[in-house]
């Protein structure tokens, strides 16, 4: 098994930058594929992005593509989600996902879950 653990999440206005990193533990960081999703008050978790167990492949939701930039670092198990340009509408509760093989975009399918980190946008 793996144990995920996000951070780094807070209060920021809308246009700023936020990156939390998700640190994991536990077995081999690298056969994980990696991901973020989120959930807002009242609404389903959602998919955000996923990276590849190697880092080489991502694939992100429209609604971030070109704001939201994911990477990881094998060396100390831990994968970063880079936002920018943040929006009101991104405030949510940003969840850190693994699975073996490739990460599942539907929350369901997901093995793995961080406890989450609060994301708050102000305009």
């Known amino acids: 098994q793996v144990q995920l653990v996000e951070s780094g999440g807070g209060l920021v206005q809308a246009g700023g930058p936020l990156r939390p990193p998700c640190a994991a533990s536990?077995?081999?960081?690298?056969?994980?594929?990696m991901g973020w999703f989120r959930q807002a008050p009242g609404k389903e978790r959602q998919f955000v992005v996923r990276?590849?167990?190697?880092?080489?492949?991502?694939y992100y939701a429209d609604s971030v593509k070109g704001r939201f930039t994911v990477s990881r670092d094998n060396a100390k198990n831990t994968v970063y989600l880079q936002m920018n340009s943040l929006k009101p509408e991104d405030t949510a509760v940003y969840y850190c996902?693994?699975?073996?093989?490739?990460?599942?975009?539907?929350?369901?399918?997901?093995?793995?879950w961080g406890q989450g980190t609060q994301v708050t946008v102000s305009s």
């Open positions: 996902a693994a699975d073996e093989g490739v990460l599942a975009t539907t929350p369901r399918e997901v093995d793995y």
């Open positions: 536990g077995r081999t960081f690298s056969r994980y594929a």
């Open positions: 990276i590849s167990r190697s880092g080489i492949s991502t």
